[in-house]
């Protein structure tokens, strides 16, 4: 009986214990090289605090249970300055010389792609700058790189602190009032990496998501070309009813997109925002059906963000609405 259950207990703990995992957003699924040295360094941590923690635990053993001679051993002055002074003080001068060599952010300018990334209230506003610094076309809460490539990141914030991160690609800075701060990272195998949020920031700081979208260079360039230009039009009559609505309702007060009159700055650019994995950054698929939620309950999904319910609109008003958003591509 006891050998049935241990049998069906292991893997049900272990499953469990995976389902915690997510590989898109894990400093231990390393996938470019800032995140590699993260995670060496982690597993040297783990590894040496778990062995070091062993040797304690066996000498404390050794201290109680052991006879008279072992006590006398542990006892003595030289083994109680060995192991309590000059051990933790070498190791930690070591772990920090360690740290501070692998770590060392590396800040700008790459040579390269060069994306400044601001934390708004609950959502990141993304301009893929040239090189002089000037705005090549902005997007929001999805940032796609090239694979291989250095990337700079000039990371500000709109309001209070906020903290940029994506685990499987590099470590986290902060984005700080009044502050610019800038680093520069690769991604050295194509995927979607998940970001996050990592300072609290308010209400909605568990749902201020992210992607990294890293592709091949080709593929990287036609996306950039399409995303610059304005949003291409539909003739769908239900986009078009849709987008007038979105115009009839005011949308374009916060919300730009180019190609039309709608140019707000207040809220994400919408003009490419049907070709976007998440939405309201990274809480939801994006599709119709979520679109549609979202515009009718922005402030029931997500209290207190940027974006009022539009909770007056119909049925099919909202479908035209979500068809026009999603035509964005
Ligand atoms: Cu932004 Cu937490």
């Known amino acids: 009986m006891l050998r049935i259950t241990r049998g069906l207990l292991a893997p049900a703990f272990l499953s469990i214990a995976l389902a915690g995992c997510n590989w898109s957003q894990s400093t231990l699924a390393p996938n470019g090289s800032e995140a590699d040295a993260i995670a060496t360094l982690s597993w040297v941590m783990f590894i040496g605090g778990g062995l070091i923690f062993l040797a304690t635990m066996a000498t404390a053993a050794l201290a109680i249970f052991a006879g008279e001679r072992w006590r006398k051993l542990l006892g003595r002055r030289s083994f109680i300055v060995a192991s309590g002074i000059a051990f933790p003080i070498v190791v930690l ?62 990371l500000k914030t709109a309001d209070v602190i906020h903290s940029f991160w994506v685990p499987s690609l590099a470590g986290k800075l902060d984005m700080i009032p009044g502050r610019v701060n800038a680093y520069s990272f690769r991604a050295d195998r194509a995927g979607v990496y998940r970001g996050q949020c990592a300072e609290y920031c308010g209400e909605q700081h568990a749902l201020m998501a992210f992607y990294v979208v890293a592709e ?43 190609g039309t009159e709608a140019n707000g700055v207040v809220g994400p650019d919408l003009t490419h925002v049907g ?54 591509k």
């Open 93 to 154: 001068t070591a772990l920090l010389i360690y740290g501070l060599l692998t770590q060392g952010l590396r800040a700008g300018p790459a040579a390269g792609l060069r994306v400044e990334v601001t934390g708004e209230r609950w959502w990141w506003r993304v301009n893929y700058l040239d090189r002089a610094g000037k705005v090549q076309f902005t997007t929001a809460n999805e940032i796609r790189v090239p694979v291989g490539a250095e990337v700079e990141f000039v």
């Open 275 to 328: 070709s976007r994995l998440s939405l309201a950054a990274g809480t939801f698929p994006n599709n119709v059906g979520t679109l549609a939620g979202w515009v009718a309950s922005a402030q029931h999904l997500k209290p207190e963000n940027g974006m009022p319910s539009f909770a007056h609109l119909s049925g099919e008003e909202l479908r035209a609405v979500a068809a026009y958003l999603e035509s964005l």
């Open 216 to 258: 091949p260079t080709v593929d990287f360039e036609r996306w950039r070309n399409r995303e610059a230009g304005p949003a291409v039009a539909s003739a769908d009559p239900q986009v078009l009813r849709g987008r007038d609505l979105f115009l009839a309702n005011g949308c374009g007060a916060c919300h730009a997109v180019r």
